[in-house]
């Protein structure tokens, strides 16, 4: 089974701008998590999707915004992007079924803002 | 509230010799999963192992065991027969699924970076 990618997977952008980053689960998932995790604040929880509703969101502003299409792949969207969203951006996916299911992650989008 | 401690910001183990990575956490849900990752310099987390609040036994998956200590809230992981491709970030994780399931959170700790010398 193919694992978890994500796309692209190195991204600068400068102040201001928008990203859009891409995550495509492993065949059969339907739970798709996003985290951001950076050298200050370390692993953090974004929001996790299941069947294209977001079933949790962390503490985040706005600007932080998801969605996840009909075949489980997800996407994650910055508005106005700020110095301080530079990070990786690692995304997760599991069956999403009830109780304890594990997540598999994917190699992470490097995220520069310049 | 849900907390992940990681005390050992560093490890240094020779190669071939067992290490114990330390975890302790944090919960008032009786009901909850613990997990560990490895985070090589690529970036990707690699799932290690996972421990049930319910189960009876340690789980082991090959080199790795996780010594669960259920009274004192300890997870710790136990890597035998170091090698050099285990130098890595290592992470402990937690994720709440009974009165304060929140889906698919997992709650990270601070990380151990473990050095295997050869």
Partial sequence: KAGVTQTPRYLIKTRG?????????????????????????????????????????????????????????????VSTLELG?????????????????TQYFGPGTRLTVL | AQKITQTQPGMFVQEKEAVTLDCTYDTSDPSYGLFWYKQPSSGEMIFLIYQGSY????ATEGRYSLNFQKARKSANLVISAS??????MYFCAMREVGTHNQGGKLIFGQGTELSVKP
């Fill in chain 2, 55 to 58: 189960d009876q036994q340690n």
């Fill in chain 1, 17 to 77: 701008q928008q990203v859009t980053l891409s995550c495509s689960p492993i065949s059969g998932h339907r739970s798709v998590s996003w985290y951001q995790q950076t050298p200050g604040q370390g692993l953090q929880f974004l929001f996790e999707y299941f069947s294209e509703t977001q079933r949790n969101k962390g503490n985040f502003p706005g600007r932080f915004s998801g969605r996840q299409f009909s075949n489980s792949r997800s996407e994650m969207n």
């Fill in chain 1, 85 to 101: 969203d530079s990070a990786l951006y690692l995304c997760a996916s599991s069956y999403g079924l009830a109780g304890v299911d």
């Fill in chain 2, 83 to 88: 090698q050099l491709g285990d130098s890595a």
